[in-house]
């Protein structure tokens, strides 16, 4: 199938990117005489804390913290209100939307498919020696274990029905097993967006970096198309991927995980939400 080519394309540029960073001083080639296993462990290990730290952030939450987290709620039920105006404009774009971009967005976004990029991103990283490939891969891995345990547990507990069930925007079945009612956080969304983050913050290019998420776009738009899920879904899957990668990002750095330690402020893309009474909207700052 076509999409399929084209996926296979994406993940080959992603790869070949960093095999032509990895030659000057920000991605560095580890050149020490450790082993392929010796790495792996460390990489697995690395993983595993940055899955700990995850979890066990929220313990050391202050009141800003909570307040960001109440912002994020708030912001998600004041956008809801455009839920059904949302899902009219994109059931109106379904017959011009190529149906190249949507397979490709299906697929990108599919779990199956988005480890077995990162596997390859990984395996290329790990044979090569390549600290900083492995360091991102690590990050991408993290973040997906974090968000994706988060998202299926608020799948299966709110149990909101998609907008091709017909049931409306505010119609919720807790507990829910029916695919039906599996609507929010969009799945495809949070992998897509991890992904796409966690790799464009490898990059100082800011065109590079609006090419990377402009792919990553691709997932939760052809979602939206498809009428699988509603617009809040999509913006609230979009800024938990966000914060997670950036607090995974954060813990990596602390630790100098890979040997890589912070680098200046100015060139690190910042990603903020912003809330109000009549915006909401996540900006980023290059």
Not at 246 to 274: A, C, Q, Y
Request: charged share 20%.
């Amino acid at each position: 199938m076509p999409f399929k080519y084209v996926f296979i394309l994406f993940c080959y540029c992603v790869l070949q990117s960093s095999a032509l960073f990895s030659q000057n001083e920000l991605y560095k080639i580890d050149q020490d005489s450790s082993s392929t296993w010796t790495l792996f462990k460390y990489d697995v290990n690395t993983t595993w804390q940055g899955v700990k730290y995850s979890f066990t952030k929220p313990l050391d939450w202050k009141g800003k913290d909570f307040a960001k987290l109440g912002g994020l709620i708030i912001g998600t039920a004041t956008l809801s209100l455009a839920d059904e105006e949302g899902r009219r404009f994109f059931n109106r774009q379904q017959e011009d939307f190529p149906n190249l971009v949507r397979d490709f967005g299906w697929y990108f976004g599919s779990p199956q498919n988005y480890f077995m990029a990162n596997a390859g991103i990984y395996g290329f990283g790990l044979l090569t020696k390549n600290e900083k490939v492995r360091r991102t891969s690590v990050l991408i891995i993290t973040s997906s274990i974090t968000s994706g345990f988060l998202q299926t547990i608020a799948k299966n507990g709110f149990g909101r029905a998609r907008p091709d069930t017909g049931l409306g925007r505010y119609y919720f079945k807790l507990f829910s097993k029916e695919a039906g009612h599996h609507a929010f956080p969009s799945g495809h969304t949070i992998l897509s967006v991890t992904m796409s983050h966690a790799i464009a913050k490898q990059f100082n290019n800011t065109w590079t970096k609006i090419g990377i998420y402009t792919v990553g776009a691709i997932p939760p738009i052809s979602r939206l198309i498809d009428g699988a899920h509603w617009l809040t879904d999509v913006a609230f899957s979009t800024a938990l991927s966000i914060i997670v990668v950036d607090s995974v990002d954060k813990f990596l750095f602390k630790n100098e995980s890979h040997g890589i330690s912070n680098p200046k402020p100015n060139k690190r893309i910042t990603w903020n939400m912003s809330f109000g009474a009549n915006k909401i909207g996540v900006i980023g700052t290059f």
